[in-house]
Protein backbone atom coordinates (compact mmCIF):
# COMPACT_ATOMS: atom_id res chain seq x y z
CA UNK A 1 0.00 0.00 0.00
CA UNK A 2 1.22 3.30 -1.21
CA UNK A 3 1.45 6.30 1.71
CA UNK A 4 -0.16 9.28 -0.36
CA UNK A 5 -0.10 11.75 2.50
CA UNK A 6 1.11 13.05 6.03
CA UNK A 7 -1.17 15.71 8.17
CA UNK A 8 1.67 16.68 10.29
CA UNK A 9 5.47 15.84 11.43
CA UNK A 10 6.39 17.00 15.00
CA UNK A 11 10.05 17.46 15.67
CA UNK A 12 11.52 18.91 18.86
CA UNK A 13 14.99 18.52 17.41
CA UNK A 14 14.76 21.19 14.09
CA UNK A 15 14.30 23.97 16.42
CA UNK A 16 15.15 24.59 19.62
CA UNK A 17 11.06 24.88 21.02
CA UNK A 18 8.98 22.32 19.14
CA UNK A 19 7.54 22.81 15.92
CA UNK A 20 4.90 21.69 13.55
CA UNK A 21 5.20 21.43 10.04
CA UNK A 22 2.15 20.88 7.92
CA UNK A 23 2.87 18.39 5.20
CA UNK A 24 -0.02 19.24 2.16
CA UNK A 25 -0.39 15.89 -0.26
CA UNK A 26 0.64 16.73 -3.56
CA UNK A 27 4.20 17.18 -1.71
CA UNK A 28 4.54 13.16 -1.61
CA UNK A 29 5.07 11.57 -4.80
CA UNK A 30 3.12 8.86 -6.00
CA UNK A 31 5.96 7.03 -7.07
CA UNK A 32 7.65 3.66 -5.74
CA UNK A 33 9.59 6.81 -3.53
CA UNK A 34 10.03 9.99 -2.85
CA UNK A 35 12.18 12.90 -0.65
CA UNK A 36 11.10 15.57 1.01
CA UNK A 37 13.57 17.86 2.67
CA UNK A 38 12.66 20.91 5.26
CA UNK A 39 16.08 23.12 5.84
CA UNK A 40 15.45 24.94 8.78
CA UNK A 41 18.87 26.84 9.32
CA UNK A 42 21.44 23.76 9.30
CA UNK A 43 19.29 21.64 10.29
CA UNK A 44 17.73 18.90 7.87
CA UNK A 45 14.95 16.71 7.93
CA UNK A 46 14.38 14.34 5.37
CA UNK A 47 11.38 12.19 4.95
CA UNK A 48 11.24 8.95 2.47
CA UNK A 49 7.91 7.20 1.72
CA UNK A 50 8.33 3.84 0.33
CA UNK A 51 5.55 1.61 -1.18
CA UNK A 52 6.95 -1.07 0.85
CA UNK A 53 5.09 0.57 4.05
CA UNK A 54 7.89 1.83 5.53
CA UNK A 55 8.23 5.36 6.42
CA UNK A 56 11.78 6.56 7.47
CA UNK A 57 12.40 10.14 9.21
CA UNK A 58 16.17 10.77 9.62
CA UNK A 59 16.97 14.35 11.15
CA UNK A 60 20.36 15.29 10.92
CA UNK A 61 22.22 17.51 12.82
CA UNK A 62 25.60 16.80 14.20
CA UNK A 63 25.25 12.93 13.11
CA UNK A 64 22.22 12.68 14.79
CA UNK A 65 19.67 10.31 12.88
CA UNK A 66 16.07 8.87 13.62
CA UNK A 67 14.75 6.04 11.82
CA UNK A 68 10.93 5.12 12.59
CA UNK A 69 9.09 2.23 10.48
CA UNK A 70 5.21 1.93 10.59
CA UNK A 71 4.90 -1.30 9.36
CA UNK A 72 4.21 -4.07 11.90
CA UNK A 73 6.25 -7.62 12.27
CA UNK A 74 4.74 -11.07 11.26
CA UNK A 75 2.45 -12.94 12.94
CA UNK A 76 3.92 -14.83 16.09
CA UNK A 77 1.84 -17.41 17.77
CA UNK A 78 2.39 -19.78 20.48
CA UNK A 79 0.19 -22.85 20.96
CA UNK A 80 -0.12 -25.04 23.67
CA UNK A 81 -2.49 -28.58 24.53
CA UNK A 82 -2.12 -31.59 26.77
CA UNK A 83 -1.48 -34.53 24.82
CA UNK A 84 -4.04 -35.66 22.16
CA UNK A 85 -5.46 -32.29 22.23
CA UNK A 86 -4.90 -32.41 18.48
CA UNK A 87 -2.23 -29.34 18.78
CA UNK A 88 -0.56 -31.04 15.56
CA UNK A 89 -3.32 -31.47 13.45
CA UNK A 90 -4.28 -27.62 14.41
CA UNK A 91 -0.34 -26.71 13.91
CA UNK A 92 -0.65 -28.27 10.32
CA UNK A 93 -3.97 -26.45 9.51
CA UNK A 94 -2.48 -23.15 10.86
CA UNK A 95 0.82 -23.35 8.84
CA UNK A 96 -0.87 -24.29 5.65
CA UNK A 97 -3.81 -20.95 6.30
CA UNK A 98 -1.03 -18.40 7.70
CA UNK A 99 2.57 -19.61 6.04
CA UNK A 100 4.08 -19.72 9.45
CA UNK A 101 7.09 -21.40 10.24
CA UNK A 102 6.35 -24.33 12.65
CA UNK A 103 8.65 -24.61 15.49
CA UNK A 104 8.55 -27.92 17.96
CA UNK A 105 10.93 -28.15 20.52
CA UNK A 106 11.26 -32.06 19.93
CA UNK A 107 11.63 -31.40 15.84
CA UNK A 108 14.83 -28.81 17.04
CA UNK A 109 16.37 -31.42 19.37
CA UNK A 110 16.50 -33.85 16.94
CA UNK A 111 17.37 -31.86 14.61
CA UNK A 112 20.37 -30.18 16.47
CA UNK A 113 21.62 -33.79 17.42
CA UNK A 114 21.89 -35.41 14.44
CA UNK A 115 23.36 -32.09 12.79
CA UNK A 116 26.19 -32.75 15.28
CA UNK A 117 25.93 -28.70 16.33
CA UNK A 118 27.59 -27.36 19.88
CA UNK A 119 23.73 -26.63 21.20
CA UNK A 120 22.86 -30.49 19.96
CA UNK A 121 25.76 -32.19 21.48
CA UNK A 122 25.47 -30.51 24.90
CA UNK A 123 21.80 -31.77 24.37
CA UNK A 124 23.21 -35.42 23.34
CA UNK A 125 25.10 -35.58 26.84
CA UNK A 126 21.97 -35.19 29.18
CA UNK A 127 19.52 -37.15 26.48
CA UNK A 128 22.42 -40.06 26.94
CA UNK A 129 22.35 -39.92 30.33
CA UNK A 130 18.80 -39.97 30.91
CA UNK A 131 18.38 -36.50 31.89
CA UNK A 132 16.02 -33.72 30.81
CA UNK A 133 17.29 -31.32 28.84
CA UNK A 134 18.29 -28.12 31.00
CA UNK A 135 15.82 -24.79 30.23
CA UNK A 136 18.99 -23.04 29.14
CA UNK A 137 19.92 -25.15 26.21
CA UNK A 138 16.49 -25.54 25.02
CA UNK A 139 15.73 -22.09 25.22
CA UNK A 140 18.89 -21.63 23.44
CA UNK A 141 18.01 -23.63 20.34
CA UNK A 142 14.81 -21.91 20.16
CA UNK A 143 16.52 -18.44 19.91
CA UNK A 144 18.49 -19.48 17.66
CA UNK A 145 15.75 -21.15 15.29
CA UNK A 146 13.50 -17.45 16.04
CA UNK A 147 16.17 -16.00 14.58
CA UNK A 148 16.87 -17.36 11.39
CA UNK A 149 15.26 -15.01 8.36
CA UNK A 150 12.55 -17.16 7.30
CA UNK A 151 10.87 -16.85 11.12
CA UNK A 152 11.67 -13.12 10.45
CA UNK A 153 9.99 -12.93 7.54
CA UNK A 154 6.98 -15.01 7.71
CA UNK A 155 6.53 -15.08 11.46
CA UNK A 156 6.09 -18.09 13.43
CA UNK A 157 4.39 -20.62 15.68
CA UNK A 158 5.56 -22.20 18.64
CA UNK A 159 4.47 -25.31 19.45
CA UNK A 160 4.03 -26.39 23.21
CA UNK A 161 6.90 -24.31 24.44
CA UNK A 162 7.58 -22.43 27.16
CA UNK A 163 6.50 -25.73 29.52
CA UNK A 164 7.36 -24.05 32.56
CA UNK A 165 7.52 -20.79 34.66
CA UNK A 166 11.09 -20.13 34.05
CA UNK A 167 11.32 -21.06 30.32
CA UNK A 168 8.54 -18.49 29.76
CA UNK A 169 10.49 -16.12 32.02
CA UNK A 170 13.56 -16.32 29.60
CA UNK A 171 11.64 -15.67 26.48
CA UNK A 172 10.13 -12.87 27.69
CA UNK A 173 13.82 -11.45 28.98
CA UNK A 174 14.90 -11.86 25.52
CA UNK A 175 11.82 -10.08 24.03
CA UNK A 176 10.65 -12.77 22.74
CA UNK A 177 7.04 -12.09 23.12
CA UNK A 178 3.88 -13.97 21.11
CA UNK A 179 0.98 -11.91 19.51
CA UNK A 180 -1.55 -14.86 21.02
CA UNK A 181 -1.49 -17.26 22.96
CA UNK A 182 -3.92 -20.49 22.17
CA UNK A 183 -4.78 -23.27 24.57
CA UNK A 184 -6.70 -26.03 23.50
CA UNK A 185 -9.08 -26.92 26.33
CA UNK A 186 -10.14 -30.73 26.20
CA UNK A 187 -11.69 -32.63 29.00
CA UNK A 188 -9.58 -35.32 31.05
CA UNK A 189 -11.89 -38.37 29.74
CA UNK A 190 -11.70 -37.28 26.16
CA UNK A 191 -7.50 -37.29 25.93
CA UNK A 192 -7.37 -40.61 27.95
CA UNK A 193 -10.04 -42.09 25.68
CA UNK A 194 -7.80 -40.42 22.80
CA UNK A 195 -4.27 -42.11 23.86
CA UNK A 196 -5.83 -45.27 25.21
CA UNK A 197 -7.24 -46.05 21.68
CA UNK A 198 -4.56 -44.60 19.60
CA UNK A 199 -2.61 -47.03 17.26
CA UNK A 200 0.52 -46.59 15.31
CA UNK A 201 0.75 -48.37 11.65
CA UNK A 202 4.49 -49.12 12.01
CA UNK A 203 4.71 -49.33 7.85
CA UNK A 204 2.84 -46.20 6.91
CA UNK A 205 3.74 -44.38 10.25
CA UNK A 206 -0.08 -43.54 10.62
CA UNK A 207 -2.03 -43.08 13.73
CA UNK A 208 -5.13 -44.53 13.98
CA UNK A 209 -8.00 -44.66 16.51
CA UNK A 210 -9.44 -48.05 17.70
CA UNK A 211 -12.79 -46.53 17.64
CA UNK A 212 -12.76 -42.95 16.39
CA UNK A 213 -10.87 -43.55 13.39
CA UNK A 214 -10.21 -47.14 12.72
CA UNK A 215 -7.91 -48.67 10.23
CA UNK A 216 -9.51 -49.09 6.43
CA UNK A 217 -8.49 -53.04 6.49
CA UNK A 218 -8.25 -56.01 8.38
CA UNK A 219 -4.36 -56.67 7.51
CA UNK A 220 -3.62 -53.10 8.62
CA UNK A 221 -5.36 -53.63 11.85
CA UNK A 222 -2.95 -56.77 12.43
CA UNK A 223 -0.29 -54.86 12.52
CA UNK A 224 -0.93 -51.92 14.65
CA UNK A 225 1.32 -51.27 17.88
CA UNK A 226 0.39 -49.19 20.79
CA UNK A 227 2.85 -46.93 22.01
CA UNK A 228 4.68 -47.57 25.55
CA UNK A 229 3.21 -44.47 26.61
CA UNK A 230 -0.22 -44.75 25.74
CA UNK A 231 -1.08 -46.48 28.74
CA UNK A 232 -4.27 -45.11 31.25
CA UNK A 233 -1.69 -45.22 34.29
CA UNK A 234 0.67 -43.13 31.89
CA UNK A 235 -1.79 -40.68 30.45
CA UNK A 236 -2.74 -39.74 33.67
CA UNK A 237 0.64 -39.01 34.53
CA UNK A 238 1.64 -36.94 31.79
CA UNK A 239 -1.71 -35.07 31.73
CA UNK A 240 -0.78 -34.04 35.74
CA UNK A 241 2.47 -33.07 34.55
CA UNK A 242 0.88 -30.68 31.67
CA UNK A 243 -1.73 -28.98 34.14
CA UNK A 244 1.10 -28.15 36.45
CA UNK A 245 3.46 -26.96 34.19
CA UNK A 246 0.48 -24.96 32.03
CA UNK A 247 -0.57 -23.18 35.73
CA UNK A 248 2.95 -21.96 35.83
CA UNK A 249 2.96 -19.93 33.02
CA UNK A 250 -0.30 -18.38 32.94
CA UNK A 251 0.57 -15.75 34.61
CA UNK A 252 3.16 -14.35 31.70
CA UNK A 253 0.73 -14.90 29.01
CA UNK A 254 -2.81 -14.45 30.47
CA UNK A 255 -3.44 -10.87 29.44
CA UNK A 256 -3.25 -12.85 25.33
CA UNK A 257 -4.27 -15.84 26.30
CA UNK A 258 -7.38 -17.17 23.86
CA UNK A 259 -8.44 -20.96 25.26
CA UNK A 260 -10.90 -22.61 22.71
CA UNK A 261 -12.73 -26.04 23.41
CA UNK A 262 -10.92 -28.28 21.40
CA UNK A 263 -13.95 -31.33 22.17
CA UNK A 264 -15.18 -30.37 18.59
CA UNK A 265 -14.41 -31.58 15.31
CA UNK A 266 -10.72 -30.37 14.10
CA UNK A 267 -12.70 -28.16 11.46
CA UNK A 268 -14.91 -26.38 13.83
CA UNK A 269 -11.51 -25.97 16.43
CA UNK A 270 -9.33 -24.32 13.17
CA UNK A 271 -12.75 -22.23 12.35
CA UNK A 272 -12.16 -20.70 15.88
CA UNK A 273 -8.57 -20.50 15.60
CA UNK A 274 -8.75 -19.30 12.38
CA UNK A 275 -11.32 -16.15 13.18
CA UNK A 276 -8.91 -15.18 16.37
CA UNK A 277 -5.57 -15.30 14.27
CA UNK A 278 -7.07 -13.39 11.81
CA UNK A 279 -8.50 -10.77 14.56
CA UNK A 280 -5.20 -10.54 15.38
CA UNK A 281 -3.48 -9.36 12.15
CA UNK A 282 -6.72 -7.34 11.53
CA UNK A 283 -5.43 -5.51 14.50
CA UNK A 284 -1.85 -5.14 13.22
CA UNK A 285 -2.92 -3.71 10.10
CA UNK A 286 -5.30 -0.73 12.09
CA UNK A 287 -1.92 -0.18 14.17
CA UNK A 288 -0.11 0.41 10.64
CA UNK A 289 -2.93 2.52 9.07
CA UNK A 290 -3.43 4.52 12.49
CA UNK A 291 0.72 5.16 12.55
CA UNK A 292 3.08 5.18 15.75
CA UNK A 293 0.70 7.18 18.28
CA UNK A 294 -1.91 3.75 18.12
CA UNK A 295 1.16 1.81 18.00
CA UNK A 296 2.38 3.28 21.25
CA UNK A 297 -0.83 3.24 22.75
CA UNK A 298 -1.51 -0.34 22.17
CA UNK A 299 1.53 -0.91 23.50
CA UNK A 300 0.30 -1.16 26.88
CA UNK A 301 -1.95 -4.59 26.32
CA UNK A 302 1.09 -5.82 25.21
CA UNK A 303 3.22 -5.08 28.27
CA UNK A 304 0.01 -5.21 30.31
CA UNK A 305 1.45 -6.50 33.98
CA UNK A 306 -1.84 -8.11 35.56
CA UNK A 307 -4.62 -6.63 37.94
CA UNK A 308 -3.49 -5.35 40.59
CA UNK A 309 -3.81 -6.97 43.83
CA UNK A 310 -5.50 -6.24 47.57
CA UNK A 311 -8.38 -4.05 45.84
CA UNK A 312 -10.60 -4.61 49.04
CA UNK A 313 -7.73 -2.31 50.75
CA UNK A 314 -9.09 1.35 50.90
CA UNK A 315 -8.18 3.95 50.40
CA UNK A 316 -6.57 2.79 47.09
CA UNK A 317 -2.88 3.11 46.69
CA UNK A 318 -2.00 5.89 44.45
CA UNK A 319 -0.12 3.11 42.19
CA UNK A 320 -3.47 1.30 41.88
CA UNK A 321 -5.35 4.18 40.81
CA UNK A 322 -2.69 5.64 38.49
CA UNK A 323 -2.63 1.47 36.83
CA UNK A 324 -6.74 1.87 36.55
CA UNK A 325 -6.35 5.42 35.12
CA UNK A 326 -3.76 4.44 32.26
CA UNK A 327 -5.83 1.20 31.75
CA UNK A 328 -8.93 3.05 30.87
CA UNK A 329 -7.15 5.82 28.90
CA UNK A 330 -5.29 3.64 26.60
CA UNK A 331 -8.09 1.62 26.00
CA UNK A 332 -10.46 4.67 25.39
CA UNK A 333 -7.71 5.79 22.74
CA UNK A 334 -7.31 2.68 20.94
CA UNK A 335 -11.40 3.14 20.51
CA UNK A 336 -11.99 6.11 19.06
CA UNK A 337 -8.23 5.98 17.28
CA UNK A 338 -10.40 2.93 15.39
CA UNK A 339 -13.43 5.38 14.81
CA UNK A 340 -15.56 4.50 18.00
CA UNK A 341 -18.07 7.65 18.90
CA UNK A 342 -20.09 6.10 21.08
CA UNK A 343 -18.61 5.22 23.88
CA UNK A 344 -18.60 3.81 27.84
CA UNK A 345 -16.17 3.04 30.42
CA UNK A 346 -17.48 1.10 33.32
CA UNK A 347 -14.99 0.64 36.04
CA UNK A 348 -16.67 -1.02 39.64
CA UNK A 349 -13.40 -1.08 42.03
CA UNK A 350 -14.82 -0.23 45.43
CA UNK A 351 -13.41 3.74 45.22
CA UNK A 352 -15.67 3.79 42.17
CA UNK A 353 -18.58 1.71 42.82
CA UNK A 354 -21.40 3.86 44.53
CA UNK A 355 -23.00 0.78 46.05
CA UNK A 356 -20.24 -0.01 48.10
CA UNK A 357 -19.54 2.87 51.47
CA UNK A 358 -15.95 3.41 50.74
CA UNK A 359 -17.10 5.17 46.98
CA UNK A 360 -14.94 8.51 46.62
CA UNK A 361 -15.94 10.87 44.20
CA UNK A 362 -12.67 12.21 44.12
CA UNK A 363 -11.18 9.20 42.62
CA UNK A 364 -14.15 9.49 39.82
CA UNK A 365 -13.29 13.28 38.87
CA UNK A 366 -9.17 11.96 38.64
CA UNK A 367 -9.80 9.40 36.40
CA UNK A 368 -12.00 12.24 34.29
CA UNK A 369 -8.77 14.69 34.69
CA UNK A 370 -6.48 11.86 33.43
CA UNK A 371 -8.45 11.07 30.33
CA UNK A 372 -9.20 15.14 29.74
CA UNK A 373 -5.84 16.12 29.85
CA UNK A 374 -4.54 13.50 27.62
CA UNK A 375 -6.68 14.52 24.66
CA UNK A 376 -6.00 18.12 25.24
CA UNK A 377 -2.05 16.92 24.76
CA UNK A 378 -3.44 15.87 21.59
CA UNK A 379 -4.74 18.86 20.96
CA UNK A 380 -8.08 18.14 20.83
CA UNK A 381 -10.81 20.41 22.29
CA UNK A 382 -12.38 18.03 25.41
CA UNK A 383 -15.78 19.32 26.85
CA UNK A 384 -16.92 17.34 30.39
CA UNK A 385 -19.90 17.69 31.18
CA UNK A 386 -21.98 16.77 34.44
CA UNK A 387 -25.69 16.48 34.23
CA UNK A 388 -27.27 19.71 36.00
CA UNK A 389 -30.76 19.45 37.90
CA UNK A 390 -33.79 17.64 36.82
CA UNK A 391 -37.75 17.80 37.58
CA UNK A 392 -39.64 21.35 38.11
CA UNK A 393 -40.23 23.07 41.31
CA UNK A 394 -40.32 21.06 44.59
CA UNK A 395 -39.40 17.78 42.86
CA UNK A 396 -36.00 19.34 41.31
CA UNK A 397 -32.60 17.62 42.50
CA UNK A 398 -29.96 15.62 41.23
CA UNK A 399 -28.78 12.07 41.57
CA UNK A 400 -26.76 12.06 45.24
CA UNK A 401 -24.20 10.64 43.33
CA UNK A 402 -23.45 13.72 41.43
CA UNK A 403 -23.97 16.57 43.80
CA UNK A 404 -21.48 18.64 44.02
CA UNK A 405 -19.37 17.26 40.79
CA UNK A 406 -19.50 20.15 39.17
CA UNK A 407 -17.69 22.44 41.96
CA UNK A 408 -15.21 19.65 42.30
CA UNK A 409 -13.93 19.87 38.87
CA UNK A 410 -13.48 23.78 38.52
CA UNK A 411 -11.54 23.56 41.24
CA UNK A 412 -9.33 20.51 40.45
CA UNK A 413 -5.34 21.56 40.03
CA UNK A 414 -5.64 21.40 36.08
CA UNK A 415 -1.98 21.75 35.34
CA UNK A 416 0.15 25.01 35.07
CA UNK A 417 -0.50 25.06 31.10
CA UNK A 418 -3.78 26.63 31.01
CA UNK A 419 -5.59 23.71 29.45
CA UNK A 420 -8.82 24.55 31.73
CA UNK A 421 -10.69 27.18 29.86
CA UNK A 422 -7.87 26.40 26.75
CA UNK A 423 -8.75 22.88 25.86
CA UNK A 424 -10.88 21.84 28.36
CA UNK A 425 -14.33 23.35 29.38
CA UNK A 426 -16.67 21.98 31.53
CA UNK A 427 -20.67 21.76 30.77
CA UNK A 428 -23.45 19.94 31.33
CA UNK A 429 -25.82 17.41 29.44
CA UNK A 430 -27.80 18.32 26.60
CA UNK A 431 -28.29 19.82 22.51
CA UNK A 432 -27.21 23.36 23.88
CA UNK A 433 -24.02 22.34 25.33
CA UNK A 434 -22.12 21.06 22.46
CA UNK A 435 -20.19 23.70 20.32
CA UNK A 436 -18.70 23.69 17.12
CA UNK A 437 -15.25 23.98 18.32
CA UNK A 438 -15.30 20.88 20.55
CA UNK A 439 -13.32 17.51 19.41
CA UNK A 440 -14.90 15.63 21.86
CA UNK A 441 -17.64 14.69 24.96
CA UNK A 442 -16.57 13.07 28.53
CA UNK A 443 -19.93 12.60 30.33
CA UNK A 444 -19.64 11.71 34.14
CA UNK A 445 -21.20 9.13 35.34
CA UNK A 446 -24.75 10.48 33.58
CA UNK A 447 -27.80 8.49 35.56
CA UNK A 448 -31.94 8.34 35.62
CA UNK A 449 -32.99 9.71 38.80
CA UNK A 450 -36.57 8.55 40.38
CA UNK A 451 -39.23 9.77 38.66
CA UNK A 452 -37.04 12.02 36.46
CA UNK A 453 -34.90 10.30 32.93
CA UNK A 454 -31.99 12.02 31.41
CA UNK A 455 -31.56 10.13 28.53
CA UNK A 456 -33.83 12.44 26.18
CA UNK A 457 -31.06 14.99 27.18
CA UNK A 458 -28.37 12.46 26.49
CA UNK A 459 -29.49 11.43 23.17
CA UNK A 460 -30.13 15.58 22.07
CA UNK A 461 -26.87 16.28 23.10
CA UNK A 462 -25.47 12.86 20.63
CA UNK A 463 -27.50 13.92 17.85
CA UNK A 464 -26.21 17.41 18.38
CA UNK A 465 -22.15 16.15 18.69
CA UNK A 466 -22.75 13.96 15.16
CA UNK A 467 -19.61 11.76 14.18
CA UNK A 468 -17.73 13.32 17.56
CA UNK A 469 -16.61 10.81 20.34
CA UNK A 470 -19.14 10.65 23.64
CA UNK A 471 -17.39 8.83 25.97
CA UNK A 472 -19.95 7.59 29.12
CA UNK A 473 -17.88 7.12 32.35
CA UNK A 474 -19.34 4.97 34.58
CA UNK A 475 -23.15 5.64 33.22
CA UNK A 476 -26.48 4.28 34.95
CA UNK A 477 -29.22 4.57 32.15
CA UNK A 478 -31.75 1.64 33.92
CA UNK A 479 -34.98 3.15 34.42
CA UNK A 480 -35.86 4.31 37.91
CA UNK A 481 -39.89 4.65 38.77
CA UNK A 482 -41.76 6.92 39.69
CA UNK A 483 -44.15 6.89 42.52
CA UNK A 484 -46.76 5.95 39.97
CA UNK A 485 -44.46 3.42 38.13
CA UNK A 486 -45.01 5.08 34.65
CA UNK A 487 -41.30 5.74 33.72
CA UNK A 488 -40.45 1.74 34.00
CA UNK A 489 -43.68 1.61 31.10
CA UNK A 490 -43.81 4.40 28.82
CA UNK A 491 -41.03 4.64 26.01
CA UNK A 492 -39.07 2.48 27.53
CA UNK A 493 -37.91 -0.56 24.81
CA UNK A 494 -36.71 3.40 22.87
CA UNK A 495 -34.57 4.05 26.01
CA UNK A 496 -33.26 0.83 26.13
CA UNK A 497 -32.54 0.71 22.55
CA UNK A 498 -30.20 4.13 22.81
CA UNK A 499 -28.52 3.14 26.04
CA UNK A 500 -27.56 0.26 23.98
CA UNK A 501 -26.08 2.58 21.20
CA UNK A 502 -22.89 3.03 23.45
CA UNK A 503 -19.87 0.19 22.84
CA UNK A 504 -17.99 -0.45 25.83
CA UNK A 505 -14.00 0.31 25.39
CA UNK A 506 -13.53 -0.59 29.16
CA UNK A 507 -14.95 -2.36 31.47
CA UNK A 508 -13.27 -3.92 34.88
CA UNK A 509 -15.82 -5.74 37.17
CA UNK A 510 -15.03 -7.53 40.41
CA UNK A 511 -16.78 -10.44 41.27
CA UNK A 512 -17.89 -10.85 44.77
CA UNK A 513 -20.98 -14.52 46.13
CA UNK A 514 -24.14 -13.33 45.61
CA UNK A 515 -25.23 -10.59 48.17
CA UNK A 516 -21.92 -9.52 49.62
CA UNK A 517 -18.93 -7.76 48.91
CA UNK A 518 -16.57 -9.51 50.20
CA UNK A 519 -14.46 -11.84 49.65
CA UNK A 520 -13.36 -10.63 46.16
CA UNK A 521 -13.99 -13.97 44.24
CA UNK A 522 -12.56 -12.93 40.37
CA UNK A 523 -12.81 -10.21 37.99
CA UNK A 524 -14.03 -9.57 34.79
CA UNK A 525 -11.85 -6.98 32.36
CA UNK A 526 -12.02 -5.62 28.37
CA UNK A 527 -9.93 -3.23 27.47
CA UNK A 528 -10.73 -2.57 23.57
CA UNK A 529 -9.94 -3.96 21.20
CA UNK A 530 -9.68 -7.26 23.29
CA UNK A 531 -12.03 -9.86 24.20
CA UNK A 532 -13.20 -10.29 27.54
CA UNK A 533 -11.32 -11.68 29.94
CA UNK A 534 -12.79 -13.82 33.47
CA UNK A 535 -10.23 -14.29 36.11
CA UNK A 536 -10.20 -16.23 39.63
CA UNK A 537 -8.68 -14.68 42.35
CA UNK A 538 -6.35 -17.16 43.93
CA UNK A 539 -3.23 -17.80 46.07
CA UNK A 540 0.13 -18.91 45.21
CA UNK A 541 1.74 -21.52 47.01
CA UNK A 542 3.68 -18.64 48.94
CA UNK A 543 0.48 -17.10 50.03
CA UNK A 544 0.74 -14.31 47.36
CA UNK A 545 -2.39 -13.13 45.98
CA UNK A 546 -2.92 -12.81 42.42
CA UNK A 547 -5.29 -13.12 39.54
CA UNK A 548 -5.80 -16.23 36.87
CA UNK A 549 -7.49 -16.58 33.62
CA UNK A 550 -10.02 -18.76 33.56
CA UNK A 551 -11.81 -17.56 29.96
CA UNK A 552 -11.81 -15.19 27.52
CA UNK A 553 -15.15 -14.22 25.47
CA UNK A 554 -16.00 -12.21 22.42
CA UNK A 555 -18.99 -11.03 24.30
CA UNK A 556 -19.90 -9.74 27.76
CA UNK A 557 -20.61 -13.29 29.41
CA UNK A 558 -23.75 -14.02 31.04
CA UNK A 559 -23.90 -14.64 34.79
CA UNK A 560 -24.37 -18.57 33.77
CA UNK A 561 -21.15 -18.73 31.55
CA UNK A 562 -19.23 -16.74 34.50
CA UNK A 563 -20.94 -19.79 36.91
CA UNK A 564 -19.85 -22.55 34.68
CA UNK A 565 -16.17 -21.14 34.26
CA UNK A 566 -16.16 -20.91 37.78
CA UNK A 567 -17.23 -24.44 38.20
CA UNK A 568 -14.53 -26.11 35.51
CA UNK A 569 -17.66 -26.86 33.10
CA UNK A 570 -17.34 -26.69 29.72
CA UNK A 571 -18.90 -23.89 27.23
CA UNK A 572 -21.54 -26.38 25.47
CA UNK A 573 -22.39 -27.68 28.78
CA UNK A 574 -25.96 -27.52 29.40
CA UNK A 575 -26.81 -24.41 31.31
CA UNK A 576 -28.26 -24.51 34.98
CA UNK A 577 -29.55 -21.92 37.00
CA UNK A 578 -27.64 -19.12 38.71
CA UNK A 579 -26.63 -21.58 42.08
CA UNK A 580 -23.44 -21.41 45.04
CA UNK A 581 -21.26 -18.97 42.60
CA UNK A 582 -24.32 -16.66 41.86
CA UNK A 583 -22.37 -13.23 41.75
CA UNK A 584 -24.04 -10.39 42.19
CA UNK A 585 -27.22 -10.17 40.35
CA UNK A 586 -27.36 -7.57 38.17
CA UNK A 587 -23.39 -7.81 38.04
CA UNK A 588 -22.83 -8.69 34.63
CA UNK A 589 -26.20 -6.68 32.95
CA UNK A 590 -26.91 -3.25 31.32
Known amino acids: MMLTSLSHIQSTNVYSTPSIFPISPPLLSSSSSSFLSLEPSSHRLALHVYSNDRLRITHKSNGLKLSCSLKEPPLKVMISGAPASGKGTQCELIVKKFGLVHISTGDLLRAEVSSGTEIGNKAKEFMNAGKLVPDEIVTAMVTSRLSRQDAKEKGWLLDGYPRSFSQAQSLQSLKIIPDVYIVLDVPDEILIDRCVGRRLDPVTKKIYHIRNFPPETEQIKARLTTRPDDTEEKVKARLEIYKKNADAILSTYSNIMKRIDGNHPKEVIFGEIDSILTQVLNDKEKKRKLGSSLSQSSSVQDNWRGIPTKLNNIPHSRDIRNYFYDDVLQATKRSINDGGIRLKVEINIPELNPEMDVYRIGTL ?48 DWGEYGAMGTFIKIGAIGAKHVDETDDLFILVAPQNAVGNCIIEDLQAMTDAAGDRPVILINPRLKDLPASSGIMQTMGRDKRLKYAATFENCYLFRLLYYAGTQYPIMGALRMAYPYRYELYKRVNDPSGKEKYVILSTYPQKPTIDEVNDAFEGKPRNENKKAVGIWGFLSGILQN
Open 365 to 412: MELVRTLALSFADDGKSVKVCVQGSMGEGALAGMPLQLAGTRQILEYM
